[in-house]
């Protein structure tokens, strides 16, 4: 299908002030095995040290629990308000965990919030079976979820986090699930809570006090999660994510040596990422680029919006020209569905390109009937008379 340019808009973008990127891994000195700071948006990689080394992660594996446990809720496998009966295997798991016990009851919800503030091995694994049906099944949803994403120097054994010399994973591939699991909006509602509690038993005749381990959630501006984690083999590690205006940066510390050097280098780096780039909004999800006719179609016309949300990425105080090139076709033909994709939206920066967008149908299509075909026909002839 011939493409033709709509328009290109050119957009200056004046900004404050501005650090050279290569200067990054110098002036920061991280104190950890290995780190990575990314913008959410862009996914670009911002300051790296060792990003890709393979290390044990701890308890940051939950992120994929948390991420898998995201799509069963939003695909309608699992809901908030199921029940879930802690097996033996679950309530056995040790380490950071509520104490719960073999063949009580708790709600998805619940389970979910006990992941996110507390840590905990047992509800994470009971989250697991119940979606799953076994923690083996879920590990192995982990892995090919992992390969899905690029994950390439990652290998889960199980849902916690726990020592194995064969769960592994890095500081880039920490910071990709990471990204991921912040697209859920529902997610939010958890990693951001400082302090809840929950009943516990089969009985329901105990309180679990739920402290957020995430340190930065109460104490960083803008903190929005995500997860941290320690043991004896992987040190003190953690992803924590912040945003400020149009900026949301995630952070990770691998292999911190103490649990207050994994905050403060977390700090260390979104500190710096705050200071030294903008996140500049291009268009949002859903938003209007433009409109195509439709041969023998039910309407003459579709609107073409944004398949997802764009920004991207720049250091304060270059001066750069943003450019937006709309690419739609002359017509298409019916029937169309609803999202399915029609032309694109590239983003350059001084000539360079830096994301292509899909756009695509506001609407369904259908194909026009026989009295539609018959008003467009004669309402032609009238025109063109």
């Known amino acids: 299908m011939n493409k033709r340019i709509v328009t290109i808009i050119l957009l200056p973008i004046f900004l404050l002030t501005f650090m050279a990127n290569a200067f990054a891994e110098d002036e920061l000195n991280i104190n950890a095995k290995s780190a990575i700071l990314i913008d959410y948006y862009t996914g670009e990689v911002i300051y790296e040290k060792n990003s890709n080394e393979k290390l044990p992660p701890a308890s940051i594996s939950k992120i994929m629990t948390l991420l898998?446990?995201?799509?069963?809720?939003?695909?309608?496998?699992?809901?908030?308000?199921?029940?879930?009966?802690i097996s033996a295997h679950a309530a056995g798991m040790g380490g950071s965990q509520l104490w719960l016990e073999e063949g009580e009851t708790q709600i998805v919800g619940d389970l979910f919030k006990a992941i996110c503030l507390r840590s905990a091995n047992d509800a994470s694994v009971a989250l697991a079976e119940h979606i799953a049906g076994s923690?083996?099944?879920?590990?192995?949803?982990?892995n090919e979820k992992a390969k899905s994403l690029g994950m390439e120097n990652t290998n889960f054994?199980?849902?916690?986090?726990?020592?194995?010399?064969?769960?592994?994973?890095?500081?880039?591939?920490?910071?990709?699930?990471?990204?991921?699991?912040?697209?859920?909006?529902?997610?939010?509602d958890w990693l951001t809570i400082y302090m809840d509690e929950m009943k516990v038993g089969k009985k329901k005749d105990k309180v679990a006090s739920l402290v957020n381990t995430n340190y930065l959630i109460n104490n960083y501006e803008g903190a929005t999660g995500i997860k941290t984690g320690s043991t004896n083999e992987?040190?003190?590690?953690?992803?924590?994510?912040?945003?400020?205006?149009?900026?949301q940066l995630i952070a990770v510390i691998l292999g911190g040596q103490t649990?207050?050097?994994?905050?403060?280098?977390?700090?260390?780096?979104?500190?710096?990422g705050f200071a030294n780039y903008d996140s500049i909004p291009i268009g949002r999800k859903g938003e209007v680029f433009g409109k195509v006719p439709v041969h023998k179609g039910n309407m003459e016309y579709i609107e073409i919006v944004l398949e997802?949300?764009?920004?991207?990425?720049?250091?304060?105080?270059?001066?750069?020209?943003?450019?937006?090139?709309?690419?739609?076709?002359?017509?298409?033909?019916?029937?169309?569905?609803?999202?399915?994709?029609?032309?694109?939206?590239?983003?350059?920066?001084?000539?360079n390109e830096m994301d292509n967008i899909k756009l695509v149908s506001k609407t369904k299509v259908e194909k026009a009937g026989f009295k539609e075909m018959f008003k467009k026909t004669f309402k032609s002839l009238l025109i063109n008379k």
Do not use: W
Request: hydrophobic share 35%; proline share 3%; aromatic share 6%.
């Open 68 to 85: 898998l446990g995201m799509e069963a809720l939003e695909s309608g496998k699992i809901t908030l308000s199921d029940e879930v009966r």
């Open 157 to 188: 054994v199980n849902a916690t986090g726990l020592p194995n010399k064969d769960h592994y994973t890095s500081a880039r591939d920490v910071a990709i699930m990471s990204k991921e699991l912040l697209k859920h909006n529902k997610i939010h």
């Open 135 to 142: 923690e083996e099944s879920f590990v192995k949803m982990m």
């Open 259 to 272: 649990s207050k050097t994994r905050f403060d280098e977390s700090m260390k780096l979104l500190d710096y």
């Open 234 to 247: 992987a040190g003190f590690c953690l992803s924590a994510s912040a945003k400020r205006g149009n900026l």
């Open 308 to 351: 997802k949300d764009s920004y991207i990425l720049l250091p304060k105080g270059e001066d750069r020209n943003v450019e937006k090139e709309i690419l739609l076709p002359e017509f298409v033909e019916s029937p169309i569905e609803q999202g399915e994709a029609i032309g694109n939206l590239i983003v350059k920066i001084n000539g």
